[in-house]
């Protein structure tokens, strides 16, 4: 049984920076943020292979934010920068066998970890 723990949400301001981690019991997984907003539907935010040697983003926070990993600490990071109002959600951890933009293909979630940001 995979583990997923985020951590580092919070309440910041407009045009402010985050940096969510999530921390994996185990590795090689491909990994992925998906966020939720109140009333909406979860939607992709990034993922990344296994190795790190791709990474793809949703539009709306493509050149904004950036994903990464560190395999020796069974981590993945989601840095957030020029954080927007419609940037406010729950953001979630997931792990699956491959990166995807679609969230059925992780079988592994997160919590999840809740971002306000402040107009």
């Known amino acids: 049984q995979v583990q997923l723990v985020e951590s580092g949400g919070g309440l910041v301001q407009a045009g402010g920076s985050l940096r969510l981690s999530c921390a994996a019991s185990?590795?090689?997984?491909?990994m992925g943020w998906f966020r939720q907003a109140a009333g909406k539907e979860r939607e992709f935010v990034a993922t990344?292979?296994?190795?790190?040697?791709?990474?793809l983003y949703g539009e709306s926070v493509k050149g904004r934010f950036t994903i990464s990993r560190d395999n020796a600490e069974n981590a993945v990071y989601l840095q957030m920068n020029s954080l927007k109002p419609e940037d406010t959600a729950v953001y979630y951890c997931?792990?699956?066998?491959?990166?995807?933009?679609?969230?059925?293909?992780?079988?592994?979630w997160g919590q999840g970890t809740q971002v306000t940001v402040s107009s």
């Open positions: 185990v590795g090689t997984y491909a």
């Open positions: 997931a792990g699956g066998a491959f990166s995807s933009r679609e969230k059925n293909r992780y079988g592994y």
């Open positions: 990344i292979d296994w190795n790190g040697d791709t990474t």
